[in-house]
């Protein structure tokens, strides 16, 4: 903890990748917590096959379920001292950047200005037919599935399974890890690519790797430092 400390003191570039365990203290349920009640686990379907195009074209009823009742949970979450931690980090740093797979808009919400959204946000909404991205942080949303104003049925401004990331997003996240000195890997299972190859594309560009979870993930033999514990609890530790 000590030398990470430091670690963070000297960094001259420093990237951080967050995944749904730095919202869990917020009380956001992770996604493959597996416990009933989690995004994971919902009305006995799977994470991986609600968050997918074929789903929703399938069901579009069903997966707008799925996200109004997220949303729900995510409109009463608030930022844990976790979050207040990297944007205090990011304000004391030459350069920083912080790279999301969370959808939930927490990180802005606890200050953090530089953030890359990965997997889009669950406040917005994409029209099908006319392409317009609007915000509406209505909750419950007032028709499911909600409908544009030209007609055209509106989906969640999120990336699925099977759908590419926003090039210009991932673009900067590469070069973020590729330039750091000192990547942070906090509360992510890291099983989504290409999110999780960010570590690997770090430590191989000459960063040091620092991991923060409750659980150790298959990178954590690949990294520098394996912090075990409750990221709301480290960072302020980390930071302070
Ligand atoms: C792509 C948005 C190609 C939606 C998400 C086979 C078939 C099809 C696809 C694939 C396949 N094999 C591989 C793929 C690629 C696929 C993939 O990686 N699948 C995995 C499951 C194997 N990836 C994709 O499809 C990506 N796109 O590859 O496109 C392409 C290219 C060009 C052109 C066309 C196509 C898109 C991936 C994005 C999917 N969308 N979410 C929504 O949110 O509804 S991913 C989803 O998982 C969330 O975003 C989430 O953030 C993300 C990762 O999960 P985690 O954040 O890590 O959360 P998890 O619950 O897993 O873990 C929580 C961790 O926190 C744990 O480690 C736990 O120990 C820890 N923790 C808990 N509490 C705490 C804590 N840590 C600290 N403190 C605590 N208190
Ligand atoms: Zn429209």
Request: charged share 25%; aromatic share 8%; hydrophobic share 40%.
């Amino acid at each position: 903890m000590h030398a990470v400390r430091e670690w963070l003191r000297d960094a001259s570039s420093i990237a951080v990748l967050t995944g749904a365990g730095v919202s869990a203290e917020s009380g956001v349920p992770t996604f493959r917590g597996g416990t009933p009640g989690t995004p994971g686990l919902w009305k006995q379907h799977r994470a991986e096959e609600l968050a997918t195009p074929g789903a929703f074209a399938r069901d579009p009823k069903l997966v707008w379920e799925w996200y109004d009742w997220r949303r729900s949970l995510i409109a009463e979450a608030k930022p844990n001292p976790g979050h207040y931690a990297l944007a205090a980090a990011e304000a004391r740093a030459r350069k920083f950047t912080l790279i999301t797979q969370n959808v939930d808009g927490l990180h802005e919400l606890a200050g953090s200005r530089n953030v890359l959204r990965l997997h889009g946000s669950i406040w917005m909404l994409r029209c099908l037919e006319c392409e317009c991205e609007r915000e509406d942080r209505r909750t419950p949303l007032p028709e499911i599935p909600p409908r544009c104003e030209c007609g055209g049925m509106l989906r969640p401004g999120v990336v699925w399974f099977g759908e590419a990331l926003p090039a210009k997003i991932w673009q900067e996240a590469e070069k973020a890890a590729r330039e750091a000195d000192l990547f942070l890997l906090i509360g992510t299972s890291a099983v989504v690519y290409p999110a999780a190859g960010l570590a690997p594309i770090a430590k191989s560009s000459g960063a040091r790797v620092v991991e923060i979870n409750i659980a150790e993930t298959g990178l954590s033999d690949s990294i520098d430092e394996f912090l075990q514990g409750p990221s709301g609890e480290l960072l302020p530790q980390l930071i302070a």
